[in-house]
């Protein structure tokens, strides 16, 4: 309470327009994302139904409309303040809801796979910094398990997708990712071969010889035994 208190006297509202009905913080002092805890605030600036995204610790972006145009361009903010400022703080969109902010779900389609593509860029990220850390590990312990790279793919439909891949007699760990590339290196009469398997199919089919990791941040999955194909 003492702390919301002390963030409120310093919380002289510092928004800059961006475009009609969408507003950016501009305090720059470290404490733009905390504001989202002050919905007097954000109300007094975008009215009673906004949209909150608070991409970095220094920006806290608003819509004060829910309209497809509006949050598109919200996301498109985010994904800027994200690559430019650094700090990442959230991916999620936020209303309020008695007073409190709690994670808003975008009813449009094209909103909700942008958004979800945005989530996708900074799991990219974060799983390349666990696959880092586990390698140096594994590396320090003298441990030999490959630690699968998250990858993101564009399709034919411009859409963006996350995969990883599972190769044959390999000790894996594997991350979550939309779909998963198994295939052969080395077996006779099997080189080359790949299939491309959505997560949940394969979680369906093979989820018996996948042991998901205890105490990772990031879920992990370790794989040692192929599955037949």
């Known amino acids: 309470a003492i702390a919301l208190d002390n963030l409120r006297d310093l919380a002289s509202e510092q928004f800059v327009q961006m475009a009609p009905g969408l507003?950016?913080?501009?305090?720059?002092?470290?404490?733009?994302?905390?504001?989202?805890?002050?919905?007097?605030?954000?109300?007094?600036?975008?009215?009673?139904?906004?949209?909150?995204?608070?991409?970095?610790?220094?920006?806290?972006?608003?819509?004060?409309?829910?309209?497809?145009?509006?949050?598109?361009?919200?996301?498109?903010y985010a994904q800027s303040a994200i690559e430019t400022e650094g700090r990442r703080v959230s991916t999620l969109m936020y209303e309020y809801v008695d007073g409190k902010a709690v994670p808003y779900v975008p009813l449009d389609e094209e909103v909700a796979r942008k958004l979800a593509d945005l989530r996708r860029m900074a799991l990219q990220e974060d799983y390349a910094e666990q696959k880092q850390l586990l390698d140096q590990g594994f590396e320090q312990?003298?441990?030999?398990i490959f630690v699968a790279t998250y990858m993101l793919v564009k399709g034919d439909d411009e859409r963006i997708f996350s995969v990883s891949t599972w190769t044959a007699g390999v000790d894996a760990l594997l991350p979550e990712t939309d779909r998963i590339v198994l295939g052969y290196l080395d077996e006779p009469g099997r080189e080359g071969r790949r299939w491309n398997v959505a997560w949940a199919d394969l979680v369906a089919a093979a989820g018996h010889l996948m042991v998901r990791q205890e105490g990772y941040q990031?879920?992990?999955?370790?794989?040692?035994?192929?599955?037949e194909i």
């Open 23 to 76: 507003f950016a913080s501009d305090w720059n002092d470290a404490y733009d994302s905390s504001r989202i805890l002050l919905p007097d605030l954000v109300h007094r600036v975008a009215g009673q139904h906004p949209v909150v995204m608070i991409p970095t610790r220094g920006r806290m972006l608003l819509s004060a409309s829910h309209s497809r145009e509006d949050l598109l361009t919200l996301v498109s």
């Open 141 to 144: 312990q003298g441990t030999d």
């Open 218 to 227: 990031l879920p992990r999955w370790r794989v040692r035994a192929f599955p």
